[in-house]
Every structure is written in structure tokens, then in C-alpha cells.
């Protein structure tokens, strides 16, 4: 299987790349992300406990650490899912603290979201047609005056021809017609990550992407996620496998009980004492 991986990564030089769907913006900041003295708290639980840290442009970044440490409410924070108590996020020099996901979302910084229940009966096609637009789709819905008929139609026209650049890239076009809820855990995940470049994010936050995907639907995966990378969007990924991470993130933050415990590159955290403690301390 890992042959397949190999040959895969070797001859994909002809994939396409989403033509249309954005990629960084020209004038995005070289730290895009700035996360300072984040705090959240539930009840008594001090989820996250002051975490600051900062994400270049253009790289791919793990966000490790034992179950409970914080990972998925410092990205419900990022996002706007949740409102943190303290501390502030900063994307593309604007204060985004505490704004709905919507807007965070309008501005580039995006997670990706399960395919919803109620979407599961629906195809991949429709599912990607309803998924939120980017601020180009989103101008569809105000041009109801008579004279800008065409440019509706031709917004239109754009759209679905990014659906499909959206679908090619991520190998799934032949899926489009396929009801959402037949699709494998790999699929699926497929689908999520197209309908995220939809938005036309520069940066998106994923949120254990390769969980129940099949090694060989991973390495393709993996393979979009580096490709968009050279295109120049910014990617923070949490992900339980170790290997995974260390092999293709050029830095690793690692939060242990709600605080940043190292940040740095695969190798240094690797190493890191306290690091090995607290892995072992949670399987203890
Ligand atoms: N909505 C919530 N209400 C109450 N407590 C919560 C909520 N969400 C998270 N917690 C608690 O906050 C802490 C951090 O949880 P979080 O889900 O952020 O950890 P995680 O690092 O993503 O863990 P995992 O690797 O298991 O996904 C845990 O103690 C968790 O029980
Ligand atoms: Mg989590």
C-alpha cells in the first residue's frame, strides 16, 4: 500500500491546482494567525489556560497533545465557535476575538465541518453547492436588480465551475452525483476539505482530518494538503498520530492540560523531556 502512497506523490505533478478559489491573498501578513493569552474556561475546568502562539504564513503546523489538553476549544476559540474568556486572536492584523465563525470565516480562517445529518441524503454536488461561499458567492444573493442579470448568470456559472475545480482537485468528481451519506470516512473527509476551499480561505484549521481514513485515501489527503501548502495556504492541523505529525509539519506545538507545553520543530519536541512525560503520564 505504502508503494501506491509512494507512486501517487511521485507522478502528481499534473494535479490541478483550484484555479479561481483564491489561495493566499498577495498582501497576507507573515504571521496571519497571532494567538495571545487565550483563556476558556467550563465551570470549574480551565480548558485553555493561557496558550500564545503565532502561525507563518504558508506552513503546516501540528497541534499535539494528550486527550482533554485543550486542542479542539483553543480551535473552537480560533474560530469563533466558542467566545474565549480571555486573551486575543489576531488574523491578518485584525482583532477577530469573540466574532462569529461566519465572519472569522469571511476573512479567510476557516475549519472544516462534519457533513451534517440532514446533508447526508443530499449528493456530494449538492452539498457542495450549499456549502457557505466565499465573499464572491455570497454577492450572488444581492444582485436581484434587473440590469445585472448576466453578471448573475455569469457569477453563477463561476461557481459551479469552482465546485468542479474544488471536486477534480480533491479526486472526487466522479462522486458528485453519489448520495453524501455513501461515502467512506476518507471520502467524506475529501468532501469536507473541498467544501472548506469554497469559502476561499487563506488558512484552515482541521480538526483531526485523517481520523478513520485508510492509509492509502490518507496519503492521498496529505498529498492536497501539501499541495495547497506551495500554493500558499496556511494549515494548523491537531491529529493524534505522532508519526503523521512529526513527518510532515516543519513545527509542533504541544498543549498538555490546557497550557502550551514546547513549540518547535518535529525533532526538538521529539526530544523534549517534558513532552515524553506527559505522553506517558496520560496512558498511565
Ligand atoms: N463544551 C464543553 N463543556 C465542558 N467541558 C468541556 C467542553 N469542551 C471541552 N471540555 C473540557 O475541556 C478540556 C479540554 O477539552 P478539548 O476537547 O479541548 O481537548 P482535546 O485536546 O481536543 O482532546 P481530544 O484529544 O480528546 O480531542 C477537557 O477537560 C474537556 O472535558
Ligand atoms: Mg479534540
Redesign the pocket.
Known amino acids: 500500500m505504502s508503494e501506491t502512497a509512494e507512486s501517487d506523490a511521485a507522478g502528481d505533478a499534473e494535479s490541478p491546482s483550484v484555479a479561481g478559489l483564491g489561495g493566499g491573498s498577495p498582501d497576507m501578513a507573515e504571521y496571519p494567525l497571532q494567538v495571545e493569552d487565550l483563556r476558556k474556561q ?2 470549574g ?1 480551565t ?2 489556560d493561557g496558550v500564545s502562539f503565532e502561525i507563518e504564513a504558508g506552513t503546516m503546523t501540528g497541534l499535539i ?10 480551535f ?1 476559540c480560533i474560530t469563533g465557535m466558542y467566545d474565549p474568556d480571555g486573551g486575543t486572536v489576531t488574523f491578518n492584523g485584525e482583532d477577530v476575538t469573540g466574532m462569529d465563525p461566519h465572519d472569522i470565516a469571511q476573512r479567510g480562517l476557516v475549519r472544516t465541518f462534519q457533513i451534517a445529518r440532514e446533508l447526508s441524503d443530499m449528493t456530494v454536488l449538492e452539498n457542495m453547492m450549499l456549502a457557505p461561499k466565499g465573499q464572491r458567492g455570497e454577492r450572488l444573493w444581492q444582485s436581484v436588480l434587473p440590469g445585472t442579470r448576466d453578471r448573475v448568470i455569469e457569477q453563477e456559472t463561476e461557481l459551479v465551475e469552482q465546485v468542479w475545480d474544488a471536486l477534480e482537485f480533491f479526486d472526487i468528481d466522479h462522486l458528485a452525483s453519489e448520495r453524501a451519506g455513501n461515502l467512506s470516512g476518507g471520502q467524506r473527509k475529501l468532501l469536507e476539505l473541498a467544501r472548506a476551499m469554497l469559502t476561499d480561505p487563506d488558512m484552515l484549521l482541521l ?2 482530518p485523517f481520523a478513520g481514513v485508510n492509509p492509502t485515501l490518507e496519503a492521498r489527503l496529505l498529498e492536497h494538503v501539501h499541495e495547497l501548502r506551495k500554493q500558499g495556504y496556511t494549515f494548523l492541523i ?1 491529529e ?1 498520530d505522532m508519526d503523521l505529525i512529526m513527518n510532515n509539519c516543519e513545527r509542533v506545538i504541544v ?1 498538555h492540560q ?1 497550557k502550551l507545553l514546547t513549540d518547535g520543530t518535529p525533532e526538538e519536541v521529539r526530544s523534549d523531556e517534558e513532552v515524553i512525560e506527559a505522553y506517558l503520564g496520560g496512558q498511565a
Open positions: 467550563f465551570g475546568i480548558a485553555v497533545g494528550p486527550n482533554g489538553a485543550g486542542k479542539s476549544t483553543t473552537n480538526d483531526e491537531v493524534h498543549m490546557g
